[in-house]
């Protein structure tokens, strides 16, 4: 049987870095950006579409079907399955329905204004190749205050899954997340991975923080970033440095400070 923990949080903190570290312990499967929520949730709602779902009902059950399809569905040996994707912490309730178990999610976060500054780095580096996220019919994306004002907004690429790990506390569903910080991790990795290893109850592992490789590289054309959104360095591991001021300015690092509610956990 096949143990699944899940991999969310925010962007640009660390998410790639951390599956390619957990990855040296050999029984550990991990993926990249994956696609199984999606497909999970596509079977429960489209379940009784289905005429022969419709007309009996009684001869199917829907929820062990999704089980086993849990069961099936990363092509791995390993039994122990980091499965990453934003969007779980706004599932739980439906996985845990499927399993039965409370689910366990490592949320990966960061200062807001670095997360910011990471963007707008992967923006000025990679405009030349074409069109960014819709910068040239969005007039919001023609300065640097209007870029950080979407991406921070509740529909951006940094505010959606931010309300979403928000609004999984007030749930009242704060005990199934370790949040996972950026810049205090990659300073401390031995403590943090203990920690980590604590949270999910299985036994630590010597990871090798000087000699890191990257295993995983996805596809990053489709996500309209550059092809080195999910690039990572390899070798030591160093620690988190920031240069919010420099590029994204004083305000926006004033604003953005202390927004970071996860500080109160863990």
């Not at 969310?8 to 998410?15: A, E, T």
């Not at 079977?43 to 399809?69: F, M």
């Not at 931010?162 to 199934?176: A, F, N, P």
């Not at 030591?236 to 953005?256: E, F, M, R, T």
Request: proline residues 3%; glycine residues 6%; hydrophobic residues 35%.
């Amino acid at each position: 049987m096949r143990k699944f923990y899940y991999i969310g949080g925010l962007p640009r903190s660390g998410s790639t870095l951390l599956t390619n570290i957990l990855i040296q312990n050999p029984i550990f499967h991990s993926t990249t950006t994956s696609s199984f929520l999606d497909f999970l949730l596509q079977i429960r709602d489209n379940w009784d579409k289905l005429e022969g779902h419709k007309t009996y009902p009684d001869g199917q059950d829907k929820w062990k079907v999704i089980h086993a399809i849990m069961q099936s569905y990363h092509k791995t040996d390993k039994n122990i399955i980091f499965d990453k994707n934003r969007a779980w912490s706004n599932n739980i309730e439906f996985i845990e329905k499927v399993t039965g178990e409370k689910v366990k999610i490592i949320a990966c976060v960061r200062n807001l204004e670095d997360i910011c500054t990471s963007f707008e780095k992967l923006f000025r580096k990679n405009r030349a190749d074409g069109e960014i996220h819709n910068e040239f019919t969005n007039s919001q994306m023609r300065t640097i205050d209007g870029r950080v004002s979407v991406w921070t907004s509740d529909e951006g690429v940094i505010g959606r899954p931010y309300v979403s790990l928000l609004d999984t506390i007030q749930r009242g569903l704060g005990d199934r997340i370790f949040f996972f910080p950026y810049e205090q991790w990659t300073k401390n990795p031995q403590s943090w991975f203990k920690k980590l290893y604590d949270f999910i109850g299985e036994e630590n592992f010597n990871h090798d923080f000087n000699d890191i490789k990257q295993v995983f590289r996805e596809n990053d054309a489709g996500y309209g970033w550059g092809e080195d959104l999910h690039q990572i360095k390899v070798g030591k591991l160093l620690p988190a440095k920031s240069d919010a001021n420099q590029i994204i300015g004083q305000n926006w690092v004033h604003k953005l400070h202390d927004t970071e509610f996860w500080k109160k956990y863990n």
